[in-house]
């Protein structure tokens, strides 16, 4: 399936400036071949991370696995980390699709924080090895993927304010207003941040995969309100 077109202004999003105001690849404007040519690209690269991780994602091979010239390779995306990237987004809106059908709104807001951390951890580390190729492209620090990535944070800090506040979310809503008061939304990013702090520790070995909900798990506990 190609990559979808997006109207929130997401990491891999059609559109050439997005509502958060950052350049994002003209995905929409693609012809078909164009959007096969890159479906492809991606694929390669995530099976080349499912098997070896990140060190084994070169984009010679990805290049040779999708049968696209290296230089037509270029025209799509800068580096392997934003290939990777292109690939979390597409992990961020199989969740943001989940939780419309499936919003968290039973339990507290702490019972609902800790499971949507639990449940985004699980369906990362299914494919371990691809997940740490990820979470690697995410704390590389590329100059050239940063705005992709300050995309994709503030789309999972919005899913966790609505998961505190009970909600479904509203994907329609721009980046640039996010829901919940000025508090939620610290909270929102406090645990989003420890979860990724936490994913990093994970993907390098420091700790198990049951890890990262505990760490999540205990910031909640100090962060959320009692009751809620």
Same mark, same amino acid.
């Given at each position: 399936?190609? $990559?979808?077109?997006?109207?929130?202004?997401? +990491?891999?999003?059609?559109? =050439?400036?997005?509502?958060?105001?950052?350049?994002? $690849?003209?995905?929409?404007?693609? +012809?078909?071949?164009?959007?096969? !040519?890159?479906?492809?690209?991606?694929?390669?690269?995530?099976?080349?991370?499912?098997?070896?991780?990140?060190?084994?994602?070169?984009?010679?091979?990805?290049?040779?696995?999708?049968?696209?010239?290296?230089?037509? *390779?270029?025209?799509?995306?800068?580096?392997?980390?934003?290939?990777?990237?292109?690939?979390?987004?597409?992990?961020?809106e199989r969740l943001e699709s989940t939780l419309v059908s499936r919003p968290e709104t039973s339990g507290s807001a702490r019972q609902r924080a800790v499971e949507?951390?639990?449940?985004?951890?699980?369906? *990362?580390?299914?494919?371990?090895?691809? +997940? !740490?190729?990820?979470?690697?492209?995410?704390?590389?620090?590329?100059?050239?993927?940063?705005?992709?990535?300050?995309?994709?944070? *503030?789309?999972? +800090? !919005?899913?966790?304010?609505?998961? /505190?506040?009970?909600?479904?979310?509203?994907?329609?809503?721009?980046?640039?207003?996010?829901?919940?008061?000025?508090?939620?939304?610290?909270?929102?990013?406090?645990?989003?941040?420890?979860?990724?702090?936490?994913?990093?520790?994970?993907?390098?070995?420091?700790?198990?995969?049951?890890?990262?909900?505990?760490?999540?798990?205990? =910031?909640?506990? /100090?962060?959320?309100?009692?009751?809620?």
């Amino acid at each position: 399936m190609p $990559p979808r077109a997006r109207s929130n202004g997401s +990491a891999g999003d059609p559109g =050439a400036v997005r509502k958060d105001g950052a350049a994002a $690849p003209p995905v929409a404007r693609l +012809a078909a071949n164009q959007l096969r !040519r890159m479906r492809r690209i991606v694929d390669a690269a995530v099976d080349l991370a499912e098997k070896g991780g990140f060190e084994a994602v070169r984009l010679r091979d990805v290049a040779e696995r999708s049968d696209v010239a290296l230089g037509t *390779l270029y025209k799509y995306f800068r580096s392997k980390e934003d290939i990777l990237l292109f690939a979390l987004n597409e992990e961020v809106e199989r969740l943001e699709s989940t939780l419309v059908s499936r919003p968290e709104t039973s339990g507290s807001a702490r019972q609902r924080a800790v499971e949507f951390f639990r449940r985004s951890t699980r369906a *990362l580390s299914r494919r371990p090895q691809l +997940a !740490r190729a990820m979470v690697r492209a995410m704390a590389s620090g590329d100059a050239d993927t940063v705005m992709k990535l300050a995309s994709l944070q *503030l789309r999972i +800090a !919005r899913l966790v304010t609505w998961t /505190l506040r009970g909600e479904a979310p509203d994907l329609g809503a721009a980046l640039d207003a996010p829901p919940g008061s000025a508090t939620e939304q610290a909270v929102a990013r406090v645990l989003m941040n420890v979860w990724f702090s936490s994913l990093v520790g994970w993907a390098a070995g420091l700790h198990a995969e049951r890890i990262v909900t505990e760490h999540v798990r205990t =910031a909640v506990d /100090l962060v959320v309100a009692t009751g809620s």
